[in-house]
Structure formats: C-alpha cells, structure tokens
C-alpha cells in the first residue's frame, strides 16, 4: 500500500489550485471543490480504462514536476530565503528528489507512507488551532454566487487534482485517497475563507500559509506558520520523487534522464523570474493537463 495518489491530489492545490478557485468565485470557492471531487472520481475511472503514451505521459510529468518546482520556489523566496536566487532553491529540491527517485520503489513506498501520517497530524493541529479564528459571516449570504463560475471552477478543480493521477503504475485506494485529500483541500479552502474573510483572501498568493500566521499559543508561542510549511515541503518532496520515478521508469536510460532533469532545471529556473511566464502557466495550468492527457491516450 501507498499513498502516491493523496500527495499528487494534494500538492495538485498548492498555492495555484486555491488561488485559481478564489479568483472565478470569491468566498464560494469551496462550492467547486465538493462538485469537483464527484467530477474528478469520474475522471478518475474514465483514466483508468484507458491505455496512455509513454513519451507523453513523461512529458506531463515534466510539466508537472516545472510546475511544482516553480511553486515552491515562488513560496520559499517569498518568505523564507529572500535573497536566495530561485535556481538554488530549485535545485537543492531537485536533488533531493533525484536522489528518491533512484531507489527502489519499496523505499519511496516506506518514505510515503510514514511522511503520510507526519503530513495528516499536522493538517489537524492546525484545523484546531484555526477553528478558534473563524468568523462564520464571511461565507455569508449562501447562495449569490454565479452558477457558470462555479460549474468552470468545478471542471479546474477536477482536472487539477484527478488528472495528474493519470502517471501512476499502482491504483491500489486510488478513489480513497483521493476523497480523503479532497476532504482535506475543502477543510483548508473553507478555513481560509473563515479566517481571512472574502476580501483578503483575494490578496494573498498563498491564502493557506497567511492564514496560518494569525496564530499563536498562548500569546507567546509564534511563528508556527513553519510547522505547516514543513508538511507542504514534504508533499512537494515526495510527488516531485513520484513524478521523478516515472520519468525514470519510462525512458529506461540513465543518461537520458539526466539530460531531462537538467532541462527541469533550467526551465523551471527560467519561469521563476519571469512573472508573465509564470502567470501564463498560472492561469492555463488546468488546460494544459487536459489537452496533454488527451494526446496521450492511445487509439484503439
């Protein structure tokens, strides 16, 4: 057993899923995300029928891995390492990951599945901790939302989140895991909307983590931010090492491989500072999964 397919739906959200939702419908954007599960576990099984491209499916990863790599970095130099340069950032995370993606699948299997339950303890420490900032007014009136906004954010949050899954050999609680980190996605886009308000969480770029600052114990214990920024470093880490690994599975060339992450690299460096790049990827990210999968799809 693995929890491949949670970490993928889950990373899926970081900072570009949740500000995607945010941006088409304001304080309603936990609306898409439970019609989006039902559409994405349909995506899912639809997926799960069909044959896919090997060459494609390594581009998709690709994509993904620039994607996740660009995020992270964007994140890190934001609040973390200021005057860092992006690449360093970008490529002690590279290397971190390459290094997984090398071992037997038993041990990114074992590294998974106790980071798994690192990740879910600290998702519920800080749900307790948030539930004394909510202000239930800021979901409020219920229902003045637009329904076309809701049904596209729908369609983003499937394609986001299910179609990624697409790269993975075992399927094994695919459904499962899936509902169960959609769960979590609902929990942290309904606290976020609580605790920040309509307004200001249209002004953050990572809504999750600046919800997160407002806390503190007892008045003297801040700065617990960092604790929830290390469950995110951990998802990222380990489906970067899951994309990495499929990669690696489907060129079958050592050589090669390293060709392509230093393609990663350079790319993924190359969009972190450039904004207009970084925001085309940003708002088209959803299209681009979905015209990539449906290449890869063989014909019958």
């Not at 799960?48 to 494609?56: H, R």
């Not at 004394?132 to 219920?142: A, E, G, H, M, Q």
């Not at 600052?213 to 899951?242: C, D, H, R, T």
């Amino acid at each position: 057993m693995n929890k491949h397919s949670y970490f993928i739906t889950k990373v899926s959200m970081f900072g570009l899923g949740y500000r995607l939702l945010i941006n088409e419908c304001e304080r309603y954007a936990y609306i898409p995300i439970i019609l989006g599960s039902i559409i994405g576990i349909i995506f899912i099984y639809i997926l799960s029928k069909v044959k896919t491209n090997k060459l494609l499916m390594t581009i998709l990863c690709i994509y993904l891995s620039i994607s996740l790599l660009v995020l992270l970095s964007t994140f890190v130099s934001s609040f973390y390492l200021v005057n860092t340069p992006k690449y360093i950032i970008i490529l002690s995370m590279l290397l971190i990951a390459y290094y997984l993606s090398i071992k037997d699948d038993y041990v990114i299997n074992n590294i998974t599945n106790i980071l798994f339950y690192i990740n879910i303890f600290i998702i519920v420490l800080f749900t307790i901790l948030l539930s004394f900032y909510i202000d239930i007014n800021n979901i409020t009136p219920l229902f003045n939302y637009k329904l076309a906004n809701i049904i596209k954010s729908a369609f983003m949050y499937a394609s986001i989140t299910s179609i990624p899954l697409v790269i993975l050999d075992n399927k094994n609680n695919i459904i499962k895991d899936y509902l169960l980190a959609s769960f979590i996605n609902l929990t942290i886009m309904l606290l976020s909307i609580l605790t920040l308000g309509p307004y200001l969480i249209k002004v953050y770029s990572f809504p999750e983590y600046a919800m997160i600052k407002q806390v503190n114990i007892f008045n003297f214990i801040e700065n617990i931010e960092n604790i929830s920024a290390f469950g995110w470093y951990i998802e990222i880490f380990i489906s970067l090492s899951i994309l990495f690994k499929t990669i690696y599975k489907n060129i079958n060339n050592n050589t090669l491989y390293i060709v392509l992450l230093v393609i990663i690299l350079f790319i993924s460096s190359l969009v972190s500072n450039n904004y207009e790049l970084l925001l085309t990827i940003y708002n088209y990210f959803y299209i681009t999964l979905i015209i990539l999968v449906l290449f890869a799809i063989k014909k019958e």
